[in-house]
């Protein structure tokens, strides 16, 4: 390297007071001196800057960066939108949908084709939309009632059993043991264990424990769609559990339960007067502790 | 983020401020280059127009790197290399009426249309390099940054250019 090019560095007034020194001693150094003060006062001829600035300014900014930008832009949004939609459309169609019904709450939702469903309180029922008009399959846990409307079979499935039906209005109850269906309109077919049993309208059928009981009713509507329960034949315990549901309390019994079966309704939207009818019924006493928390006694 | 940038470099008043820092630096560095004004100004003219055409995908921090960019970019086809004419500034010559006697005047005189002369006979690398620092004040940093190389080549190239200046001036009678 050519003296780490000294020339430049003292040109940049960036040499040493020694290197300086040196140079300042050199034969050449009043020649570099003339050139760097001479070449100092060099200049350039000027020229007219404003009218190259209109010039430029005349002109159109393009602006095809910026259509790319926005299409790019649009097609993010463009391929979000087909994303989100599709998976909206799988999830919708795809996914086994869910509907619940809390303690002490009733919800009532319509499936793909129209059919209505009422869920009674701590019930759930899963399906699927997609292909619904040539699947209608259902899954029950606990108890719901049914308007279906006309077109394939329709299908209920429960722990217990099977129903299947071909447009009609019916109550399916499974709880624990307990497996009720009463039809309201049109025919039912149930299927329980290896039982296959058809049901017109006003009819009903309870399974408990693999004995059968058939029951006629009278009613155009299952008695909890109008705020009651209806019993029939039934457990002390199994009350007490629809109360508790229903309600959405707890219910503490301190006595043995009895064996006798219950026949008859009981509000779901007033609590004071289902637990008088339970309290007089089998000659208990009910007890509110805090709001949500009823003993009942032994009188 | 993009939009900012638009409506900076796009802006009338930003573009116009970017333009008066920059115009004659650049145009200067092209007439360097080619030794033709004309040509220098108009090539700078397109710089700039390509730069406000593009203002919109040019933030303006990156304009200077990109007028640089196609001034470095560009050339002559048509027309041959001149030689680079320059002048003196005329007010620089009070100190020597005054204290020297006219020998020494012509003597300087002398010398000074020699250095015009070797200026023009060099290579157009270190010429470039050397009028923009001698005429244009710049830094080796900038020099070195607008004409893409490294600050190393930039005090290769002054170095060179000196020493090439001073054998020639020898050698001009």
Known sequence: MEKNYNLAKWLNNKMTKAELADFEASPDFEKYEKIKNYSAQLKVADFDENSILENVIKHKKTTPKVISIYRNWMYKVAAVLVVGLSMTFLIQNFVTETQYALNGKKTTFSLPDNSEVVLNSGSEIKFKKWNWDNNRTLKLNGEAYFKVAKGKRFEVETNLGKVAVLGTQFNVKARKNRFDITCFEGRVKVNYKDKEIILTHGQSVTFEDGSQLNTLVTNQNPEWIVNQIAFNKEHLRNILDEIQRQYNVSIDVKTKYQDELFTGKIPTDNLDIALKIIASTYHLESIKTESNKIIFEGK | ?173
């Open chain 2, 1 to 173: 983020m993009a939009t900012d940038s638009i409506s900076e470099t796009c802006n009338e008043l930003v573009f116009s401020s970017f333009f008066k820092a920059h115009i004659k630096p650049l145009r200067n560095f092209l007439f360097y280059k080619y030794g033709n004004e004309d040509q220098a100004e108009d090539l700078t003219q397109e710089a700039f127009i390509k730069l406000w055409q593009n203002c919109a995908s040019v933030p303006i921090e990156k304009a200077k790197s990109y007028i640089y960019t196609i001034a470095n970019n560009s050339s002559l086809n048509e027309i041959k290399h001149k030689k680079v004419v320059l002048q003196y500034e005329k007010q620089h010559s009070g100190l020597d009426k005054t204290n020297e006697n006219p020998e020494f005047i012509l003597e300087e005189k002398q010398f000074k249309t020699k250095l015009l002369k070797s200026i023009e006979d060099l290579n157009e690398t270190q010429r470039v390099a050397f009028l923009m620092h001698r005429i244009d004040g710049k830094k080796y940093s900038e020099i070195a940054e607008e004409l893409n190389i490294s600050v190393k080549a930039v005090e290769k190239r002054m170095h060179l250019a000196l020493v090439e200046l001073r054998k020639k001036i020898d050698f001009i009678k």
